[in-house]
């Protein structure tokens, strides 16, 4: 009998992770299989212990589940400890480890994908929420030379920095931008609403690279940075290296991603 994952959300059919790890299935000669599931928004925790009876190996979580998802495993990696979410679950014999790949998607796709140099640059990340916050560890692994939180509610990105102000980072709203940013995330939600967040038009230094974790259309943010002069990139690469991550906690093999991201752009 094969191994058996999902991933879990709601809504959930869009997903693209189902022909993602059976891609890798594929190219690494795993023998499992890997549906999507949609939770109750009241029954995530439900949905996940029949899954687990019915002999399931582990699961993906996406929104809005990544929190629950945390409070379900019984031990948590170090970055899933720093994001304090989970959207990977291995499930063990005595118990469910809780990983957070996101962070490490989105920095493998900036470094090895995108060229994108992080140590002694500055980053600014739009958002404070869930997404923003499984990101800024492996962010500040790469030692950047400052980190920045912004958000429309400045209080948010500041109580956000400051759960990580061993590593420096700093926080405010929109109106306290100053200076050129060398790579420019948005985390928020703004691209599902067709919204730009309210930047400045000389927020990007010379050669910098706008990154919108939204994939899958243009959005108005990575349109407004094209218009002044940034790199643009979606969302797509992190999407597809956060699997791999995933992948490799749960199969002990790290497949090519690079063929996947382009079968999926061609796709």
Known sequence: MPDIYAVFGNPVAHSK????????????????????LL???DGFRESVAEFRKDGASGANVTVPFKEQAYALATRHTPRALAAGAANTLKFEVDGILGDNTDGA???RDLIVNLGVVIAGKRILLMGAGGAARGVIQPLLDQQPAQLFIVNR????AIDLACAFAAGGVRGG??????????VVINATAASLANDLPPLPDSIFAPDALAYDMMYGRDTPFLAFARAHGARAADGLGMLVEQAAEAFNLWRGVRPDTATVIRSLREG
């Open 39 to 41: 939770a109750p928004l």
């Open 105 to 107: 998607g989105l920095v």
């Open 173 to 182: 709203g929109y109106a306290e931008l100053s200076g050129e940013f060398d």
């Open 153 to 156: 509610t400045p209080e948010k």
């Open 17 to 36: 992770s189902p022909l993602i790890h059976a891609a890798f299935a594929r190219q690494t000669g795993q023998d499992m299989t890997y549906s999507a």
